[in-house]
């Protein structure tokens, strides 16, 4: 039987292996090994800063960057209308907003060595659904602009955004090849 004290101490060791390296095997309380696929952290301060240096923190990262066997899958997290101090910009206009999270997003991509025409699928948080028209508005223009066809997959929900000033949230999927960025 395995004590409480073995089982903290199983788990510190753990939450030190996945701390030290994402491509660590890791042994786990009843001794298996797991292997784990390599993953790590996207991020561009210089547009966006991680959520854990907001002044109330809270548990996310901007993007997780995961390695296949011939692709690299990049996940962004829900992206708002922020600015790299976690400051709202443009609060109540949804137009504005819309195109600040579409430059947040590319800035993401870009330091990953991808660009829209990358992105797989994205899905579209709006406070009210009454902004559609403007959101898609936007959306089209910015995907006109990238020259993006075929189109990303997409799905647009209605739902309560983190702020309250905050009218939209994106998130997105890239698949880029392995041997291209980070």
């Known amino acids: 039987m395995v004590s409480a004290t073995d089982r903290n101490r ?30 790590r952290l996207i991020e561009n301060k210089r547009v966006l800063c991680e959520a854990y240096d907001y002044p109330a923190r809270v548990s996310f990262s901007r ?3 995961v390695e296949l066997e011939g692709a690299v ?14 400051e709202s910009i443009h609060p109540g206009d949804v137009r504005a907003q819309t195109r600040r999270i579409f430059d ?5 991509l870009e330091s990953e060595g991808a660009d829209w ?24 223009v910015f ?15 209605e739902a309560r955004i983190c702020r309250p000033e905050l009218l939209v949230e994106i998130e997105a ?10």
């Not at 947040?104 to 993401?108: E, H, P, Q, R």
């Not at 797989?120 to 936007?138: G, K, M, P, S």
Request: hydrophobic content about 30%; charged content about 30%.
């Open 143 to 157: 995907y006109s602009e990238e020259g993006l066809d075929p189109l990303p997959a997409s799905t647009c929900i």
């Open 63 to 65: 993007g997780m960057r």
């Open 10 to 39: 199983e788990g510190a060791q753990r939450t030190m292996l996945q701390r030290t390296s994402h491509e660590r095997e890791e042994r786990t309380v009843s001794g298996v090994k797991k292997s784990r696929i390599k993953k």
């Open 173 to 182: 999927i890239a698949v880029i090849p392995k041997n291209r960025g980070g």
């Open 73 to 86: 899958l990049l996940f962004i997290s829900g992206t708002a209308s922020v600015n790299e101090k976690g």
């Open 117 to 140: 025409h990358d992105v797989v699928r994205t899905t579209c948080y709006l406070a009210d659904f009454r902004h559609y028209d403007a959101f898609n508005e936007v959306r089209n």
């Open 104 to 108: 947040n997003i590319t800035a993401l």
